[in-house]
């Protein structure tokens, strides 16, 4: 038996990949076709490959085990990511950044380590730029800036991906598709407006689909999206998914302080000093979400 990665998977076939990059079409064993044990992307198998014979030309391998998962991602579904890429637009579609601190907090929710690269540079003027860099004072996350058309910061890009599995997020229309193409050309991965895709009738469904880096490493592309929920989450442990509240950890003054409008405050006294403002704006706005869904 051999040990691969399912790359892919799709009407009960999955794209196995062993450790010399060579791709074999399997089948799954039936316990590993039902419930929390269903094979997905990212699994890591232990496969017999096709035997391939007179009896079995072009016959597909067999899927017998499923390793343990370091975790499971829920959308896009994904086993054994490390790390999730959140890419925004700084123009067309405009910058979103509470978005942007959303899915942050389902990343360390996950546990994953998580980076921003802020991409189309090349549709926003250097004193734009300067008043980005500006807000980003003491951001608690590394931020890359691109451009998949001009390729600034492409090699940023691509030190960052280097021998990770990476989840790319994002809404649709930033560039995930054109930076992934801009890096690997060969991956051909389709890019444009959805209406676009519409227009010239491609089909806009998509599986997740492991896509292999020639510098080390794999990717998920992902279709997008437009809304990001918090359900499984509250408010009590929010402030635990802000990681700049880590330092602060214990100095209120009262022991179950939500950092919202308590006195002796650690956190709110430090907003403008070690806390980036906008971070905390939006811990705030996102208490006021629990508190409406009656969750805190
Ligand atoms: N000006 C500019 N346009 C870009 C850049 N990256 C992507 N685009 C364009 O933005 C649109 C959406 O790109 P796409 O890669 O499909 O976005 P995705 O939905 O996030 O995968 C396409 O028309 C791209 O040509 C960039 O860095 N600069
Ligand atoms: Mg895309
Ligand atoms: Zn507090």
């Not at 017999?48 to 959308?75: F, T």
Request: aromatic residues 8%; hydrophobic residues 35%.
């Amino acid at each position: 038996m051999q040990q691969g990665k399912v790359v892919k998977a799709a009407g009960g076939f999955f794209t196995v990949r062993d450790e010399h990059g060579e791709e074999y079409v399997c089948r799954a064993r039936g316990m590993l076709k039902r419930g929390s044990k269903s094979l997905i992307v990212g699994d890591n198998v232990l496969f017999e490959p096709p035997q391939k014979g007179p009896s079995c030309p072009d016959g597909e391998g067999i899927i017998e085990k499923m390793l343990p998962r370091s975790n499971l991602l829920q959308r896009p579904r994904v086993a054994n990511v490390d790390q999730l890429a959140v890419i925004m637009s700084l123009r067309s579609p405009d910058c979103d950044w509470q978005l942007i601190s959303r899915m942050l907090v389902l990343a360390e929710k996950e546990g994953l380590f998580a980076f921003i690269c802020l991409n189309k540079t090349d549709l926003t003027a250097k004193n734009e730029l300067s008043k980005i860099d500006d807000l980003l004072d003491n951001y608690p996350y590394k931020v890359i800036y691109t451009s998949a058309l001009n390729g600034t910061g492409l090699d940023k890009l691509e030190e960052c991906l280097k021998g990770q599995c990476t989840v790319l997020a994002g809404p649709s229309g930033v560039g995930k598709s054109s930076l992934l193409n801009a890096l690997q050309p060969g991956l051909a991965l389709q890019t444009g407006t959805v209406s676009d895709k519409i227009k010239r009738g491609r089909h806009t469904t998509r599986q997740a689909e492991l896509l292999t880096l020639q510098a080390g490493g794999s990717v998920v592309d992902t279709p997008g999206f437009t809304r990001l929920d918090f359900s499984g989450l509250d408010g009590d442990s929010l402030a635990d998914y802000f990681p700049e509240f880590e330092p602060l950890r214990g100095q209120c003054g009262f022991r179950d302080c939500r950092h919202i409008s308590e006195h002796k405050c650690a956190v709110q006294e430090e907003i403008g000093i070690s806390l980036n403002p906008m971070r905390y704006e939006h811990y705030k706005s996102f208490i006021g979400e629990f508190e409406k869904q009656g969750v805190y």
